[in-house]
């Protein structure tokens, strides 16, 4: 069966330090990855996807992430974090198919320290 | 172009009422799914309803249900509500199925009391 690993539950930075939150999946092919994030009371936004070729993938907000097939991760980043990137993140694996249903992980928290 | 709407935003209901939310995909989308949030379970999977079928469930009790109509919109019911009902219920939309790239709405905030 599939799962998603999100290793940190919390995460603080400083703003403006650069970010990593690691994703790790268990999937039997290669599966579509996405990063989404969710700020307090609201719906999860779309961060950015990967379904195969370039394995360095740019999303929106000045995110980027790294697919690493031979580590089954999908690490997301950025240079510089700001104080509005204080949200929930959630890694996704999904797959095409009708009858597939996604998984994801439990989440990072992230705060940012002014 | 116009992203999920999910109506009702907050709903407080009692122990043992039933609940019907709402929601309108992306224009286009036929693919919609449901998802309980709550902080002790994380991102649970209902349901997902595509052609106004029900093509996937998770691991729920009857007690909710959903459907979707010709225009994609999609309801879900839970009935006799219990405390542990208490979410945010997400509705996501994508073009053709689950496991694609999904939009969500904000959400419906039930508190069950």
């Known amino acids: 069966a599939q799962s998603v690993t999100q290793p940190d539950i919390h995460i603080t930075v400083s703003e403006g330090a650069s970010l990593e939150l690691r994703c790790n999946y268990s999937?039997?092919?290669?599966?579509?990855l996405f990063w989404y994030v969710q700020s307090p009371g609201q719906g999860l936004q779309l961060l950015l996807k990967?379904?195969?070729?370039?394995?360095l993938v740019q999303g929106i907000k000045g995110f980027e992430a790294e697919f690493k097939r031979s580590q089954s991760s999908f690490n997301l980043r950025k240079p510089s974090v700001h104080w509005s990137d204080a949200a929930e993140y959630f890694c996704?694996?999904?797959?095409?198919?009708?009858?597939?249903?996604?998984?994801f992980g439990r989440g990072t928290s992230l705060i940012v320290h002014p | 172009k116009a992203g999920v709407t999910q109506t009702p935003r907050y709903l407080i209901k009692t122990r043992g009422q039933q609940v019907t939310l709402s929601c309108s995909p992306i224009?286009?989308?036929?693919?919609v799914s449901w998802y309980q949030q709550t902080p002790g379970q994380g991102l649970q999977f209902l349901f997902e309803?595509?052609?106004?079928?029900?093509?996937n469930k998770g691991n729920f009790p009857g007690r909710f249900s959903g459907r979707q109509f010709s225009n994609s919109r999609s309801e879900m019911n839970v009935s006799t509500l219990e405390l542990g009902d208490s979410a945010l219920y997400l509705c996501?939309?994508?073009?053709?199925?689950?496991?694609?790239?999904?939009?969500f709405g904000p959400g419906t905030r039930l508190t069950v009391t």
């Open positions: 309803y595509f052609s106004e079928t029900q093509r």
């Open positions: 990967y379904f195969s070729g370039d394995t």
């Open positions: 224009s286009g989308h036929r693919s």
């Open positions: 996501a939309s994508s073009l053709w199925a689950p496991g694609d790239e999904q939009y």
């Open positions: 996704a694996v999904g797959a095409v198919g009708g009858s597939y249903i996604p998984t």
């Open positions: 999937y039997g092919a290669t599966p579509y």
